[in-house]
């Protein structure tokens, strides 16, 4: 069989905020060799149209690594994670992409296994309403902490109080201070901080931050696009309040993939998580929506459909 | 009983490095009830000369938080750290306050429980002359790691190299750049950092770093004086890695002292790690001692003889 099939390219070596211009829509006509380079991975589901292997047939829905393209060609190997999904699953299928996938993966992972937190425990989450941070908020509510989380709209504010059930939360472009601010939302300190951001939000968090506290370091999408921007974290308040920093990432827990998605699919038939998706359509818009996560454009998971 | 005690008080707030100065000896007539306030506490042994508790008589020597001064007044309580040492130990009072004291915990406590080092991992040491950094080193590489210490004379890394076993040491002063220095002694990368400095030396160590390193954050002495020297680790590197920063330090591992400082002692007294010790005399040494630290002119712990 052959196609043909559209993908995303970069165009060139991208410096601080990627913009649209640096993408282009290009075209191939693939065959059974997969064709290399320039294509570009991303984690999405699919159907799987043809099959040399016994493990998937024509009309499988698949998720794991794919590309931004019509049509992907893999080769199953333990190093390839491409999961069959039940067709019977009352769950969307979108939702494999996010809180079934790796963003649940990620929140869970980062939160229950890297902070481990206590009932009572106060969790600050920063970009909370972005597709980790908002399931992050919710788990750590359902493990009975009080949770506070920061975002950059103030309808983002109000989802993650009215509708996800955060304790609290603020408009970090409203705050002159983020440290008098989180002084004020954590009047008794913080005890986990699930940082998505890095930079100034990480020093203030930690300034915040009570003894024998966790910061489990997820994204500095402050610092992807300016290395200026760098945190320069007080040290010595991480000595005196004997904090532990630990980055990870949502791979590091894939042998509990079932363990995970078990659990927070059951949170989401019974109501108790909320999944908050961000749909776009068609090949054209990859660009526009990949860009947009730099500027805090999305609310919860953003996926584009093909 | 009524004595005439000589202290150590600091004159004024110190800003920047601390220098003679700061410091002068003031005298007191001390009695049985405790004075207050600008006597400054250090760990450190002596002998008993009067008491009231049951647990304590005269001649007893005792290690733990006393003073900078003559005579020490303190009440036992499970808040103040105050061990009997027994006078038919063979080892030298002295080493109490070193390796059997709160540096030998650091060392011990930072290295096995915060770093757990596996047999032929790759371990760096900043300040690695120094009272902590001596010991661990030493631990380090009876743990059957790869070790490399940097300090700051060639004399401590002669002494590191030819007397305390470790397989490489370089004088960080004589290298221009040390992210190119930490690439040559560690073509296969650093596994564990045990960070007595902070600063650009662990920036350049994260840069150095394998997956799942593990930085034990005991002193960033080179922060101390001088907040705009703070460190701005890659925090994205964090992250790819799975680096775990943890802040510590001795108090932590206090209810296990015994433990620790019986297998430390066994290792002194079997030959296997070497207890550096920089002793200066009299009350007056005091203020050069402690501000000597600040510069490196100590090797070993610093231990001032009164």
Chains 1, 2 share one sequence.
Not at 90 to 107: E, F, R, V, Y
């Amino acid at each position: 069989m052959e196609v043909e099939s559209r993908y995303v390219a970069v165009k060139h070596h991208v410096e601080g905020f990627p913009c649209e211009d640096d993408f282009e829509v290009k075209k191939t006509r693939l065959r059974w060799t997969p064709e290399s380079g320039e294509r570009i991975a991303a984690y999405g589901a699919g159907e799987v149209v043809a099959s040399a292997c016994e493990e998937y047939e024509a009309g499988d829905i698949v998720a794991g690594v794919l590309g931004w393209e019509d049509y992907t060609l893999f080769s199953p190997s333990p190093a390839v994670l491409m999961s069959k999904l039940s067709t019977s699953n009352d769950l969307p299928l979108s939702h494999h992409l996010s809180a079934l996938g790796t963003s649940g993966m990620t929140a869970y992972g980062g939160l229950y296994e890297v902070c481990r937190p206590e009932r009572g425990e106060k969790v600050f989450v920063s970009a909370a309403s972005g597709s980790v941070g908002s399931l992050v908020g919710q788990f750590a509510k359902l493990a009975g902490c009080y949770v506070v989380g920061c975002a950059g709209t103030n309808a983002k504010v109000d989802l993650l109080k009215n509708k996800l059930g955060f304790d609290e939360a603020f408009n970090y472009k409203e705050e002159p201070d983020m440290k008098s601010a989180l002084k004020r939302y954590f009047p008794d300190g913080i005890d986990i901080y699930f940082d998505n951001v890095g930079g100034e939000t990480l020093e203030a968090a930690l300034a915040s931050m009570n003894t024998y506290g966790r910061v489990a370091l997820c994204g500095v999408i402050s610092e992807y696009t300016d290395p200026g921007r760098r945190a320069t974290p007080d040290l010595l308040e991480v000595i005196y309040k004997r904090i532990i920093i630990r980055g990870f990432f949502a791979w590091d827990f894939m042998t509990r993939f079932g363990e995970f998605t078990g659990i927070i699919g059951d949170w989401i038939r019974q109501g108790k998580v909320q999944v908050i998706e961000d749909v776009s359509d068609g090949m054209e818009s990859v660009p526009s929506a990949f860009t947009a996560l730099f500027h805090g454009n999305n609310i919860g998971k953003k996926l584009v459909k093909l």
